[in-house]
C-alpha cells in the first residue's frame, strides 16, 4: 500500500484555503511545523503521526489516501 500524496496535497491545500488561513495558522491548528506542511504541500509523504493529525484536520480517513502498488 502506498500514500495518494496527489489527493492528500490537493485536500490540504483546499481546506486550507476553504478555511482562509495561512500556513503559519494552519500549523498550529494541525499541530505541525511550517516546514512539514509545506513538505506535505509539495507532495511529499508525511510519516505515520502527522498523517493522522492532517487527516483529523481536514475530516478525511486516513484510509482514503492508500491506494495499493
Request: proline share 4%; with cysteine.
Amino acid at each position: 500500500m502506498k500514500i495518494d500524496t496527489e489527493q492528500l496535497k490537493k485536500d490540504l491545500v483546499s481546506a486550507r484555503k476553504d478555511k482562509f488561513l495561512s500556513m503559519d495558522l494552519a500549523c498550529k491548528e494541525i499541530g505541525i511545523s511550517k516546514p512539514t506542511l509545506s513538505r506535505i504541500e509539495k507532495g511529499n509523504t508525511p510519516d505515520a503521526k502527522t498523517m493522522l493529525l492532517v487527516c483529523r484536520w481536514i475530516n478525511k480517513n486516513p484510509n482514503s489516501y492508500l491506494v495499493d502498488l
